[in-house]
């Protein structure tokens, strides 16, 4: 039975609809093709955010090609026809970097998911996320050999023993937990008082995402949770994480902070949720507006009152 609280069509981080140009990657002299056009664009990011500006409303900055342009090419996708390429502007000299960020500035990515539009937001994402895995894989975790770019960005080949590597995304599961028009929520070492979240972590080699609820949210807070529901799911570049929104049941008990990572858990009254969910709860403060966690919050408040 379908639920009667619909999800928008899109929320931050969602909804880009960039052509990944999947059929043009294997051809290296239609990759220099693109690259040499005028019309090509490049969007860049650093490790302090995205390369944005202020124009015409907020939007990442699209700029010509470095001059020169660097080793291997980056190949974003297709906007419109035109080629879109991502630069890492920690690979810039510091001249080239000055002429690229002329006119822009530089947005941290949770910032941006909330400032730009959600297409623009799901694109920074695309960009953040594979700058930091070619960041991170410039050597070969078979052998150790130095790696170079394919596919025009999709890949790190070996020169040494062949292997190719491909970008990675992690799985985390995130829920809500309910009982009795209770949320189960829980806030994380570090977490200043009074700040809350869904329950959520990665799932485990062998495990499937249902599997991961169940097993999560009993480590977490020794609470059993069953019939786990799949909701949606939404990349999450912080590094590399595509959160898995899920609902899940439970028959109660007291919670308990078990492993470590929790500083408190516990059941939340609908009347506190539904108050923090409209900022009128000083005593609870929920996740940002650009999360699934938050999503699914409002999504729980919302079929509590169908």
Same mark, same amino acid.
């Given at each position: 039975m379908s639920s009667p609280v619909q999800l928008p069509a899109a929320w931050p981080f969602t909804g880009m609809a960039l052509d990944r140009a999947s059929s043009e990657r294997e051809d290296p002299a239609r990759i220099g093709q693109l690259r040499e056009d005028p019309d090509a664009r490049a969007v860049a990011a650093g490790r302090d955010g995205v390369l944005v500006c202020d124009r015409a409303g907020t939007a990442l900055l699209r700029a010509r090609l470095p001059d020169p342009p660097g080793p291997?090419?980056? !190949?974003?996708? !297709?906007?419109?026809?035109?080629?879109?390429? *991502?630069?890492?502007l920690e690979e810039l000299p510091a001249s080239e970097r000055a002429a690229?960020?002329?006119g822009g500035r530089v947005l941290a990515l949770r910032e941006a998911g909330a400032a730009l539009p959600h297409s623009e937001a799901g694109l920074a994402a695309y960009l953040v996320a594979l700058l930091n895995w070619h960041r991170s894989?410039?050597? =070969?975790?078979? =052998?150790? *050999?130095?790696? *170079?770019?394919?596919?025009?960005?999709?890949?790190?080949? =070996?020169?040494? =023993?062949e292997t190719v590597h491909f970008p990675r995304t992690d799985p985390v599961v995130i829920m809500t937990v309910e009982h009795q028009r209770?949320?189960? !929520?829980?806030?994380?070492?570090?977490?200043p008082a009074g700040r809350g979240s869904l329950l959520a972590g990665f799932v485990s080699p062998g495990e499937s995402a249902e599997e991961a609820v169940i097993r999560e949210v009993h480590e977490e807070s020794g609470i059993l949770a069953h019939d786990p529901r799949f909701v949606t799911s939404q990349p999450w570049p912080f590094p590399s994480s595509l959160m898995l929104g899920f609902e899940a049941q439970s028959d109660g008990g007291e919670p308990h902070a078990r492993d470590g990572e929790l500083e408190e858990v516990g059941w939340?009254?609908?009347?506190?949720?539904?108050?923090?969910?409209?900022?009128?709860?000083?005593?609870?403060? !929920?996740?940002?507006?650009v999360s699934v966690a938050r999503l699914l919050i409002e999504r729980w408040v919302a079929l509590q009152l169908a």
């Open positions: 291997e090419p980056i !190949l974003l996708g !297709l906007e419109r026809g035109t080629a879109l390429f *991502a630069v890492d690229m960020t002329d894989h410039r050597f =070969c975790a078979n =052998c150790g *050999a130095a790696t *170079a770019i394919g596919q025009a960005g999709y890949s790190r080949r =070996c020169p040494r =023993c209770r949320l189960l !929520l829980g806030r994380r070492v570090g977490w939340f009254a609908f009347e506190a949720v539904r108050a923090a969910a409209q900022d009128r709860n000083p005593d609870l403060q !929920l996740p940002p507006r």
